[in-house]
């Protein structure tokens, strides 16, 4: 006779699920490395700097090669900032691509180092097509200024005027391929906008770590103080200023200019004011991206004041793909 036990059926057993565990993305690795959602602002620059000493987007070669030039030393710069920061990176942000193993070191140098020379040449070919020096000779000193804020100054106090430097020269790279000499005026934007960085690189030198309320209100003013340059710049307006760069749109608008900068201001600073008031990381690195963004914010509200609202609004969008990105990736 057979036991009920053995009549029985056997026990079903759910079925053994396998996690698929994806690998890591090497494009998403490399999109970090770069900080691609902040190139836009580099674009912005150059387009900007053009634009203020054209009448229009033309002749393209040289703008094609300016915007070139701009966004492979750009790259360059954040590919090596993330390769000498490495063992910092590897105690405060484990997570970024060289100290998580995603992105070898070797791989980043040769990376960092090939975009600057692809930079460089850029620039030289941009001075042969204009057969004007300029372009070459920014070119190859936003290169090594790049390579020693990286190598030497960062964590130095010096580190934020470097970096501000480089700015400075992003806007005068754009602005090379200009017919007639520069003025005072186009100094006082491309200062403008470099000031503004070097209080924004100081700004986040702690983001990492919780920050000192007066070092990020003193950060803030040099910001601000920034953008007054970037306000004040149809001051400057010469009567030997070349036509082409004369601020017509900025100086008709008269008192409205001055307003309309004021609310730029108060766009700005309300969330590094945020920061300041509670000076967490997440507040600070959020106070950092929304200034950076901002950056075509203030190439746009420039190109406004000398060529009207077309071409303004045509650098506002490049706010749309550094948003898109920065929804994929960091760009602080």
């Known amino acids: 006779m057979t036991s009920s036990t053995e009549m029985s059926p056997p026990e079903e057993r759910p079925p053994r699920i396998v996690e698929r565990v ?5 494009l998403r690795a490399i999109v970090q490395l770069l900080r691609l959602p902040n190139l836009f602002t580099a674009v912005a620059d150059v387009a900007m700097g053009f634009l203020f000493t054209h009448a229009e987007a033309q002749p393209w070669p040289p703008l094609a090669l300016l915007l070139a030039t701009s ?28 100290p998580s193993g995603r992105i070898s070191a070797s791989f980043a140098r040769r990376l960092g180092f090939a975009l600057l020379a692809a930079g460089v040449a850029a620039g030289v070919l941009a001075s042969v097509v204009t057969r ?7 070119a190859v000193t936003l290169a090594a200024t790049i390579v020693f804020y990286n190598r030497v100054l960062k964590h130095t106090p010096l580190g934020p005027v470097a970096m501000g430097a480089c700015r400075m020269l992003n806007v005068l790279l754009g602005m090379s391929a200009a017919f007639d000499g520069w003025r005072a005026i186009h100094y006082i934007v491309a200062a403008g906008m470099g000031v503004y960085i070097a209080g924004v690189t100081w700004f986040a030198r702690t983001e990492a770590g919780e ?16 953008v007054g340059l970037l306000a004040a710049f149809p001051r400057w307006a010469a009567p030997d200023l070349p036509q082409v760069s004369w601020p017509s749109y900025a ?16 766009l700005i600073g309300w969330r590094a004011l945020r920061a300041i008031i509670d000076p967490l990381p997440v507040n600070v690195q959020g106070a950092v991206k929304h200034c950076l963004i901002s950056l075509i914010l203030l190439d746009a509200a420039v190109c406004l004041g000398v060529r009207g609202p077309l071409y303004g609004m045509a650098i506002v969008l490049l706010v749309l793909p550094t948003m898109a990105l ?7």
Not at 22 to 26: K, L, V
Not at 326 to 332: A, H, I, N, P, V
């Open 22 to 26: 994806e690998p890591p993305s090497r």
């Open 326 to 332: 920065g929804r994929w990736s960091y760009s602080t």
């Open 132 to 138: 004007e020096g300029r372009s070459a000779a920014i």
């Open 251 to 266: 100086l008709r608008a008269g008192d409205r200019w001055h307003l309309f900068w004021g609310m730029m201001a108060v």
């Open 211 to 226: 920050s000192h309320r007066g070092m990020l209100a003193a950060a803030l003013a040099v910001i601000l103080s920034g």
């Open 71 to 98: 966004c492979c030393l750009y790259l360059a710069g954040m590919v090596l900032n993330d390769l000498f920061d490495r063992e910092i990176d590897a105690v405060e942000r484990p997570g970024r691509p060289i």
